[in-house]
């Protein structure tokens, strides 16, 4: 079955930097897209970025363009976000989630998240 | 950016009674919406996608219909683990630019 399980969170300072994983199994990772969403205490779901199959292509939310890089590595299944110049309105559950194809369509499957607190 | 708009935010109802979630988008989005369940402390699930195909799993109490710029969502019979917050989701936008109503919480009457 499709798992998910997103890691690296925690508490970090205002300005600094964070890296969080998932790691992928059930299926096969090297042929779908892959995304990043979050929710902040008691909101919505915000969309953050996507990354094509073959990691060639990446697409931002204005809201973290220029600060946070999505990667992937498809020979150890794992996805990735750096995550630079962090703000207090950046804390949030941070959620990976599969694209239903190679990046463009609905997410079938999401991680339980990972939960980042930027605060001094 | 298309902006997605749930209403109502809250919808009370009794187990048993049908609910209607509706989810508005401020251009046409074709057919390219999914609907997710988020219940307390868990990640979202995927309920419907392409506007009105349930995915894997999902029970026939829910249904999904619309195209363009208005959709709904119905649950028929509601069961006591059907109360959640429900959110609509857009993916029509090439480059990807996705967005999410501000979602529906589906309460107990």
């Known amino acids: 079955q499709v798992q998910l399980m997103e890691s690296g969170g925690g508490v970090v300072q205002p300005g600094r930097s964070l890296r969080l994983s998932c790691a992928a199994s059930?299926?096969?990772?090297?042929?779908?897209?892959m995304h990043w969403a979050r929710q902040a205490p008691g909101k919505g779901l915000e969309w953050m970025a996507v990354?094509?199959?073959?990691?060639?292509?990446?697409y931002y939310a204005d809201s973290v363009k220029g600060r946070f890089t999505i990667s992937r590595d498809n020979s150890k299944n794992t996805l990735y976000v750096q995550m630079n110049s962090l703000r207090p309105e950046d804390t949030a559950m941070y959620y990976c989630a599969k694209d239903w194809g190679s990046g463009g369509f609905y997410f079938d499957y999401w991680g339980q998240g990972a939960l980042v607190t930027v605060s001094s | 950016e298309i902006v997605m708009t749930q209403s109502p935010a809250t919808l009370s109802v009794s187990p048993g009674e049908r609910a209607t979630l509706s989810c508005r988008a401020s251009?046409?989005?074709?057919?390219?919406l999914a609907w997710y369940q988020q219940k307390p402390g868990q990640a979202p699930r995927l309920l419907i996608y392409?506007?009105?195909t349930r995915a894997t799993g999902v029970p026939a109490r829910f249904s999904g219909s619309g195209s363009g710029t208005e959709f709904t969502l119905t649950i028929s019979s509601l069961q006591s683990e059907d109360f959640a917050v429900y959110y609509c989701?857009?993916?029509?936008?090439?480059?990807?630019?996705?967005?999410f109503g501000q979602g529906t919480k589906l309460e107990i009457k």
């Open positions: 989701q857009q993916y029509n936008n090439w480059p990807p630019l996705y967005t």
């Open positions: 990354i094509s199959n073959n990691g060639n292509n990446k």
């Open positions: 251009q046409s989005v074709s057919s390219n």
């Open positions: 059930g299926f096969t990772f090297s042929s779908y897209g």
């Open positions: 392409d506007a009105s």
